[in-house]
């Protein structure tokens, strides 16, 4: 039972075999998607992300804001895993600090001053502090490729340790780098980069 329904009425048993038949981008996944609609989406939109959820829903978050078309704002905090993100979330303080006036002013038509902060604001790593943008990716990042190389880089201890440079000369040893997910992700440092360096949006 799923809220006192019964779970084998109206086919509902049906959805996880439906989503393991459909693993890939079809029509099917595509007519239960919201994300080819989300240019449709004009209502205000506050979208909080974490990067210790850089695994799972970080992507969203970004390719969410950036296609949204009505008045929106970014955060990503610092939280550095799930469960400090789960810990964050369930802060009252949090909730009075940042989605309190969201709702206040949204939904409630109070004249307040949430919408004069930054359209993004993200915690930079490293840093250990917040920046503001104008716009996500920040207007002014750069955009840079860097290349999976299977040279270790050593600073870890796992099956998916790696390194990351920035020539494809330098990256042919990638093709003997055998790389297993796992809840942390794939684990890279690129010790051939003596540039400080900051990731903003997705990496392909």
Excluded at 3 to 18: F, Q, S
Excluded at 96 to 114: F, I, M, Q, S, T
Excluded at 174 to 183: E, K, N, Q, S, Y
Aim: aromatic share 10%.
């Amino acid at each position: 039972m799923a809220d006192g329904l019964p779970m084998t009425e109206h086919g509902r048993d049906r959805v996880i075999y439906d989503m393991y038949a459909h693993p890939l981008d079809d029509d099917w996944q595509r007519r239960r998607s919201p994300f080819w609609e989300l240019d449709k989406i004009d209502i205000p939109v506050l979208s909080i992300g974490a990067w210790g959820k850089a695994a799972l829903h970080l992507r969203g978050n970004f390719m969410g804001y950036e296609r949204v078309s009505g008045p929106k704002q970014l955060l990503v905090t610092g939280a550095a895993s799930f469960a400090e993100t789960q810990r964050l979330f369930a802060d009252a303080d949090f909730h009075r600090e940042e989605l309190l006036p969201w709702y206040d002013r949204h939904l409630k038509g109070v004249d307040n001053a949430v919408m004069g902060r930054p359209a993004v604001r993200f915690f930079v790593q490293g840093e250990d502090k917040v920046r503001e943008a104008a716009d996500w990716p920040p207007p002014d990042a750069t955009p840079v490729a860097f290349y999976l190389s299977g040279e270790k880089c050593g600073h870890i201890q796992s099956l998916n340790d790696g390194s990351l440079v920035e020539t494809r000369r330098a990256a042919t040893a990638a093709r003997h780098l055998g790389v297993i997910p796992t809840p942390s992700g794939w684990r890279a440092s690129p010790p051939s980069i003596a540039r400080a360096c900051s990731t903003t949006s997705r990496a392909w």
